[in-house]
């Protein structure tokens, strides 16, 4: 089925970069399922961070992405990727990748696979 794993959290100081990789798993990538990054701070309701359809045409962000972040896909690798550079304290969260079947969007409701999640620091 539908797997989803995360990686390429951890510590980086404010202004530093990092890149967040998910693995999908086969069926994601066959079933052509748009894919995006959330993530959820602490005492903090998820958010959406950015997502892309399945032939990576179609990109949206969430403004606080904007400017700073990348969101790409490689669907021969099956792997889900974000550029974060001019990182700030603020963007401190547990970053999730997500796949589902019904569009773009930041919305959660279109998502119905999630990873783990890596915990990204920004201090």
């Known amino acids: 089925d539908v797997q989803l794993v995360e990686s390429g959290g951890g510590l980086v100081q404010p202004g530093g970069s990092l890149r967040l990789s998910c693995a999908a798993s086969?069926?994601?990538?066959?079933?052509?399922?748009?894919m995006a990054w959330f993530r959820q701070a602490p005492g903090a309701q998820r958010e959406g961070v950015a997502t892309?359809?399945?032939?990576?045409?179609?990109?949206s962000y969430a403004d606080f992405a904007k400017a700073r972040f990348v969101i790409s896909r490689d669907n021969v690798k099956r792997t889900l990727s974000l550029q974060m550079d001019s990182l700030k304290p603020e963007d401190t969260a547990v970053y999730y990748c997500?796949?589902?079947?019904?569009?773009?969007?930041?919305?959660?409701?279109?998502?119905?696979?999630w990873g783990q999640g890596t915990q990204v620091t920004v201090s």
């Open positions: 892309i359809d399945s032939g990576g045409g179609s990109i």
């Open positions: 997500a796949a589902g079947s019904v569009g773009v969007g930041l919305d959660e409701w279109r998502y119905d696979y």
């Open positions: 086969e069926p994601t990538y066959d079933r052509g399922y748009c």
